[in-house]
């Protein structure tokens, strides 16, 4: 292959990377992803009744109360499902696969979908520990994963 044609493909690399798709911002989705950016991992909590939840709502699923504030969350979860997705529906992950798709359950009694990073994905396992990380696309819009780690002891 020539220089020239390595050029080319490192260039659809970048535009490959550039033109994924971004979380849209919504009012009820901008304390996540501000918190995010900040490298923080935050879930709503009722003012009313205490109920966390993720996914960002308006409403409390639970009482329906308006009363919603934000809270960072240790960052801290377990592995409550996953997949290996091995072949892209969509040609712009077409470089990232395989990768993993989970669910992680957070201490905080929370679930959250989110890609599982840094390990060979034949090596996941449901139940296993794991600890928020970012990656960071602009200095706006940082996207949770997560990682495994040592298991903790409560
Ligand atoms: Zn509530």
């Avoid at 292959?1 to 009012?27: F, G, H, V, Y």
């Avoid at 709502?57 to 009482?63: F, V, Y």
């Avoid at 470089?95 to 890609?115: H, K």
Wanted: proline residues 5%.
């Amino acid at each position: 292959m020539s220089t020239r044609n390595l050029e080319n493909l490192a260039e659809m690399k970048c535009k490959e990377d550039e033109s994924k798709p971004r979380p849209e911002i919504l009012p009820e989705t901008e304390g996540f992803w501000k918190a995010a950016a900040r490298h923080e991992l935050a879930v709503q909590c009722c003012g009313s009744c205490g109920q966390n939840m993720h996914f960002p709502r308006l409403l409390c699923h639970r009482c329906l109360s308006d009363q919603l504030t934000w809270k960072n969350t240790s960052g801290h979860g377990v592995i409550y499902s996953y997949t290996i997705i091995r072949q892209a529906a969509d040609k712009r992950f077409a470089g990232d696969v395989p990768y993993v798709y989970a669910i992680v359950e957070l201490e905080e009694g929370v679930r959250m979908i989110s890609n599982v990073i840094n390990i060979n994905p034949s090596e996941v396992r449901i139940g296993m520990d794991v600890q928020v990380v970012f990656k960071d696309l602009s200095e706006e819009l940082s996207i949770p994963m997560f990682e495994p780690t040592e298991r903790r002891r409560m």
